[in-house]
Every structure is written in structure tokens, then in C-alpha cells.
């Protein structure tokens, strides 16, 4: 069950790492009038249920948690849906490198923490330490980190275009 877990924890990044690198392809494989970052926000949550599923099949859950929880994971969540209601769908989605405006953002937590979206989900990750073996919350970051790497350079020559 560990190997699948670890899989399992691993399966959107490639996924992410091909929309970043490959955008147009994305485009043209959603086709015209259908919105990218919609339908990569909803191949997404799919991708996240695998990871808590992937997550839960090797954790062993106690109450209450350790105090370091709360603080964690509020933290962590906070900056998660902060980035989305400043960015919204296009903007949390990748919508930039599918050739949608979005503007440009200064408000926190944005100019304060570099990637505030993987930051957040990081601390909800570490948060969850008590209850899941650490070899799966430091994959699962990993991933992460490796998605920081990735996005840290864009090539605008690359972003998709709309299809008309």
C-alpha cells in the first residue's frame, strides 16, 4: 500500500508540469469554447482527491490533534483561499499561461510570500504530521517544490493561444 500511496501522492505533477510547459496543447485538447483553467480546475480536485485518498490509506488519525495543528493548518488554508479570492479561478489555474489577462496582484498575501498557494499547502501538510508518516508529507512537498522550480520561469513565447 506504500508505494501506491507515494504514487498516488505523486500523480497531478506531471500533470501541472506538462499544462506549465505546454499550454497550448491544453488548449487545443479542451477545443474551442470551453475554458481551460475550468477544466484544469476540475481535473485538479480530481488529482486531489487520489492524494488524500492516497494520503488516508497510510495515516492513522487520533483525536485531539497536537497544538501545533491548528495553527498550521488554519495558517495554511487561510493563504489557500486567499490566493484564491484575489487571483479566482484563471488566476489560480494557470489562466496566464492559456493566454488570459490577469491582473496583476500586490495585496497579502501576495508581496509579502513568495507562492503563497504552495506556502499554504505546505503548512497544511506539516500540520497533518502526527497523523501521517513524514516519507509522504515530504513527497507530497517535494512536489511542490519542484512546481515552484517549474513556474519560477515562464516563457511568454510559450503561453497558449486562444483558439478562434
Not at 62 to 81: I, T, V
Request: hydrophobic share 45%; net charge positive; proline share 9%.
Amino acid at each position: 500500500m506504500g508505494i501506491l500511496a507515494g504514487i498516488g501522492v505523486l500523480v497531478p505533477f506531471p500533470f501541472y508540469y506538462l499544462l506549465w510547459t505546454y499550454p497550448q496543447l491544453w488548449v487545443n485538447l479542451c477545443g474551442k469554447g470551453r475554458d481551460p483553467s475550468k477544466v484544469m480546475a476540475l481535473v485538479s480536485h480530481f488529482f486531489k482527491l487520489i492524494q488524500f485518498v492516497s494520503l488516508f490509506s497510510v495515516s492513522s488519525l487520533s483525536w485531539p490533534p497536537p497544538l501545533y495543528f491548528w495553527p498550521l493548518f488554519a495558517f495554511g488554508q487561510f493563504l489557500n483561499f486567499r490566493v484564491y479570492q484575489l487571483l479566482g479561478e484563471s488566476g489560480t489555474y494557470y489562466g496566464v499561461r492559456f493566454g488570459k489577462n490577469i491582473p496583476w496582484v500586490t495585496e497579502f498575501p501576495f508581496g509579502y510570500i513568495k507562492d503563497p498557494q504552495y506556502v499554504g499547502s505546505i503548512m497544511s501538510l506539516i500540520a497533518c504530521l502526527s497523523w501521517v508518516p513524514i516519507q509522504y508529507i515530504l513527497l507530497w512537498s517535494l512536489g511542490y517544490l519542484f512546481m515552484i522550480h517549474i513556474e519560477s520561469t515562464e516563457n511568454p513565447a510559450t503561453c497558449a493561444k486562444p483558439l478562434s
